[in-house]
């Protein structure tokens, strides 16, 4: 089954017919809020609002591990996940979405692992890709059949958050090479992949990044809520048309 984790813009989706709402406890902690269980063009799918669905819970305070953990337990097993993010590339202005599909994570004391010191043997996974590229094929291909305007590919820098950048630090990002950036975006793909769910992202650039373009005097909220709803407009679109065709036995992961 799809599972959808929404960020900033996005809480709740408009045709979702909701058939139930249930509460999860993990062994690591709580989720953002309670899955919400529902129908999307007849598939069954379920919901997810990274931040609480009141949008109170600040980047570096989600409980990554239990959402993931959370989802798998109800029978998920591929994710895409909805980014804000700030666009780095001119390539990616304020109204584009991009479907990432590398990562640089500046993230600090975040946990990054479902592994318990001392329980099992140490493993290092590879995350040279760091998401299933099944899905991000779907979400193309969705992207395409709704006539949609996706990006294929692109760097996505997670950064600490919940304060936006300085210039110096976006001018650092675009030389390690990043093109977006944003601040959920790690642990969560890579606790995905230990637990071995397809995980895909679409980026949804809500600002130019600090300094650069309509930003270069400074980011303002309400920048970032202006064209916030017609961007989320297009993602409930493409998100329709993607439960329609993301078949399970195309995913690899
Ligand atoms: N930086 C970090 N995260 C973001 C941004 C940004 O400019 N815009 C939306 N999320």
């Not at 337990?73 to 804000?84: C, F, G, N, Q």
């Not at 990002?173 to 071995?196: H, K």
């Not at 679109?237 to 065709?245: F, N, Q, W």
Request: hydrophobic content about 40%; overall charge negative.
């Amino acid at each position: 089954m799809l599972g959808i984790i929404g960020g900033t813009g996005l809480t709740k989706l408009a045709n979702l017919e909701i058939t139930h709402r249930q509460v999860a406890r993990t062994p690591y902690g709580e989720p953002s809020g309670a899955l919400t269980f529902g129908r999307l063009c007849g598939e069954e799918i379920i919901f997810l609002a990274r931040h609480g669905y009141g949008h109170t819970i600040p980047p570096h305070e989600v409980n990554y591990r239990a959402n993931l953990w959370a989802l798998k337990e109800h029978a998920v097993d591929r994710i895409v996940s909805i980014a804000t993010v700030g666009g780095i590339n001119p390539a990616l202005p304020a109204g584009s979405m991009v479907v990432p599909d590398q990562i640089i994570d500046y993230t600090w004391g975040r946990i990054g692992t479902f592994a318990i010191s001392g329980e099992k043997q140490v493993t290092h996974l590879d995350f040279t890709e760091p998401y299933c590229e099944a899905m991000r094929r779907d979400i193309l291909r969705a992207a395409s059949l709704k006539n949609l305007a996706v990006r294929d590919g692109g760097v996505y820098a997670v950064s600490q958050g919940p304060r936006l950048e300085t210039a110096a630090e976006i001018n650092r990002m675009e030389r390690d090479g990043a093109d977006m950036v944003g601040m959920t975006g790690m642990p969560e793909a890579y606790l995905a992949r230990e637990i071995e769910l397809c995980y895909a992202a679409i980026g949804v650039v809500v600002n130019d990044a600090a300094g650069r373009g309509a930003s270069k005097n400074g980011i303002h909220e309400t920048d970032i809520q202006r064209g916030l709803e017609d961007l989320m407009g297009r993602v409930r679109v493409l998100l329709e048309e993607l439960v329609v065709l993301a078949h399970p036995e195309s995913c690899p992961k």
